[in-house]
């Protein structure tokens, strides 16, 4: 349970608000690079609660500028990008990725107003398929995170977005209630792998036990199930300031990274990454992922709306609940989405009664209100300032009774923290 201030402290993102200023102080991933041609059409952005536009140039640079004309504050998103700017149709002013004013036609020749006039723009980053802008000043900017699939060919990831009409935070708590995996994902109609989520270990015990951990990125997650062997099946999960979740995958399985962008207070996007390390992600793998089994949403084509949404009560079937899966609802993104988004746009945290399953929770959310206290004290926190903390991968083992998740060392360098852990012994 949080005090209604401490709710409003954590999820209100627009400018000169506290979690807002906290986040424009990290690169902000805003659009996937595909969505942006050169000279082609802008795209209208809503990041962090500003109205924004971003277009490709001529040369492929990108400009993430204000949505509006500094003139009359016409939409630029009906303006003509061409030759390396983007003009307003209202009156042709015209205007560069940089937020310069190149040009100022419906004025006399000697006018000087272009040089007076500039846009608010933000410098964008190009990695991993992804656009990131940095929304902070200019002199605290440090290098983009470096997660580790960012390096990977397009062979071993798989992209999938979506918006969730909800508040970022609200999302992304549900990857670390790790005790929700036993009941909403469960699947009554199939024999399953024993780690898959919706599989035998997450049936033999309900009631993970956490090791929470802070680490300079965030915080490593790692819940524990005790097997009908009595040993122990532990998932790791990172959580990375300031957004973002790397969920356990199954034994062998893929790696995930996701990112709970705030558009604005009330709606997120959310960008999933799964990645094979060590090969090349298979057909069937894709056509899966595609189909909207496990880590993927099914979307309207051509949108990033979820095609199972709060409007249809996301095509819940309820003779499908009673004989084929827990929720009667297709597909892990929806499933979840239906319990988020159900909260309503940003859920009372004073009204909730939180139990042992939600330890994670908890330990993110005083991370959060710590490190906005540092914020507002005039420090960093490391993640701040350096994107190499960013390169650790989520886990998961099979490990003897009495044995942690940190003591096993295969698993801590798989995961990017063998450092840690000897550093520790
Ligand atoms: S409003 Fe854009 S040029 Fe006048
Ligand atoms: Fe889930």
Redesign the pocket.
Known sequence: MLKAEQNERLTRVGPGTAMGDFMRRFWVPFLAGTELEPDGAPQRVSLLGERLLAFRDTDGRVGLIDEF?P????SLFFGRNEECGIR?V????KFDVEGRCLEVP?EPADSNLARKVRLTAYPVHEAGGLLWAWMGPAAERPAPPAFDWLGLPPEQCYFSQFVLNANWLQGMEGEFDSAHVSFLHRRLDMEVAKTSIVGEYFRNDTAPTWKIDPAPHGLVCAASRRTAENELYWRVTHFALPFYSMVAPEIGGCNSWRCWVPLDDENSWVVTVTYAPHRDITQAERDAWAAGHFAHPIVEPGSKRLAARAENDYLIDRAVQKTHSFTGIQGTRAQDAAMTESMGPITDRSREHLATSDQAIIAIRRLLLDSLACHGAGEAVPAMRSGDVYAVRSGSALLPDGVAYDQDKTLMREMGLAGAAEAAE
Do not use: E, L, V
């Open positions: 004309c003139h009359r504050r016409a307003c209202y009156h042709g002013w419906s």
